[in-house]
Nanobody, 114 residues
Framework: QVQFVESGGGLVQPGGSLRLSCAAS????????MAWYRQSPGKQRDLVAA???????TYTDSVKGRFTISRDNAKNTVYLQMNTLRPEDTGVYYC????????WGQGTQVTVSS
């Protein structure tokens, strides 16, 4: 069964950094495009960043230049390095397949506040 376990969130001041990790129980992980999604308070869950099989990446405009998605296929893990965090980055972050999400994990809470 497909399962995603996110970790690394927390409370951080504006301008700070966090690194999120997602351990994926997925057959043939390396052959799947992966993504991070964010659900901010009162809003729908939206795509934040994606990484394809070949390593090419996509970011939503608001995080370009600040966030970096990466993957370690040997560990079935996808990461999200978040720098220069802003209060509007607050939300629950989830990882899943890119464009065809399946079972959602618990997510990890990121709160950016002074």
């Amino acid at each position: 069964q497909v399962q995603f376990v996110e970790s690394g969130g927390g409370l951080v001041q504006p301008g700070g950094s966090l690194r999120l990790s997602c351990a994926a129980s997925v057959r043939d992980f390396s052959m799947n495009a992966m993504a991070w999604y964010r659900q901010s308070p009162g809003k729908q869950r939206d795509l934040v960043a994606a990484i394809r099989v070949g390593g090419t990446t996509t970011y939503t405009d608001s995080v370009k230049g600040r966030f970096t998605i990466s993957r370690d296929n040997a560990k079935n893990t996808v990461y999200l390095q978040m720098n220069t965090l802003r209060p509007e980055d607050t939300g629950v972050y989830y990882c899943n397949f890119y464009n065809r999400p399946v079972n959602w994990g618990q997510g990890t809470q990121v709160t950016v506040s002074s």
